[in-house]
């Protein structure tokens, strides 16, 4: 067992991102059931849904699970309004997993509530602050990265960075991993774990449009382009997509609605460039929608269920610590504690 498995209580030190629209109860169950830690994305759900989302995961595992939340797109207090809702439901083992740094006080309510909380960055600034909000595991976000992007570095270089300065902190990659191969090179870099999206997009499991899952298993590295295009709901932050239509130097279309999408019981408009994922529930001009999709595409073949990808890790993940157990002291294999 190694330090991310150790702190979140996992077999695998694999985490899936949170990713709004697409990981619902049925992908973050399915991964933690798994082995690996499964995360909800609560994205901009209100607190009455947060609830009923966590109450559906609690009922269909006991494995420890996370809950994900992007402050800079709630904004602190409906932030911490989500936090509170999942708070109140979710067993001692859950986790928090947040996309950027959350204010001090909804840091506070999770490190209080005695949950790890998780936070994703992309310089080593935002590593310092998450350090000092009490992050008891940092994301490492490259620009390989599928969605929105938090810094400007490739994730070996800021692994490489932020482990020089953080011994003994507990860092997992996000970004270019979708393979047991991906998550043994990252651990040798001197991670202690990987967190992966783009490869559960097409999941059996994954609220993901049809169209979009099979982009995904289509695509390789150079389908994808980083743009600010899709920018409705999300401002000003760059994001790896899948090249399309819009992602290209044409003028400006107007924001017309292109499709409509399924929230809450309702239906309502998605404006062309809005920052919404097409999923099952989205008709209309998907293919002009933004398909969040990371460089790992490359690597992601085929639409199977979560477990049986988690399976594949774990059989690479247990082969490479086999054969390290015969030659070096176990490396990231082994905790601090039984080093
Ligand atoms: C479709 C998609 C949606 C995403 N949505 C979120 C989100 O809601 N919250 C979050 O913390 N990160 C989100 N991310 C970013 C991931 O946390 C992570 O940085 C990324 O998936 C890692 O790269 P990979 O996709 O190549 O594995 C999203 C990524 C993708 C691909």
Known sequence: MNRLQFALGLDLPLLQAGMGGIAGPELCAAVSRAGAGGALALYKEPPERVRELVRAVVASTSRPFGVNVIPEVTGPAACRAQLRAALD???????????????????????????????????????????????????????????????????????????????????????????GTDLVRVLVQGADGAMAGTLFIPTVESAAHPHYKQRVVDASADDTVVTTRFDIGWPARPHRVLRNSLTGQAPRHPATFIATTGAGGRRLPVP??????????????????????????????????????VEQFRRTYEAAGRSRDTSTEGGPWKTRSNR
């Open 89 to 179: 439901q979710l067993p001692g083992h859950a986790f928090v997993t947040s996309f950027g740094l959350p204010d001090a006080d909804a840091a506070h309510d999770v490190v209080r509530s005695g949950r790890v909380l998780v936070i994703q960055v992309g310089t080593l600034h935002d590593a310092d602050a998450a350090l000092r909000l009490g992050a008891g595991v940092l994301v490492l976000q490259g620009t390989e990265a599928g969605g929105h992007l938090l810094g400007e570095l490739p994730a070996a270089r800021l692994l490489h960075e932020a482990r020089a300065r953080y011994p003994d902190a507990v860092l997992a990659v996000a970004g270019g991993v979708a393979t």
């Open 272 to 309: 062309r460039y809005s920052a919404a994922v097409p999923v099952a529930a989205t008709a209309g001009r998907i293919e002009e929608m933004a398909m969040y999709c990371g460089r790992s595409c490359s690597r992601v073949a085929g639409q199977h269920p979560a477990a049986v990808l």
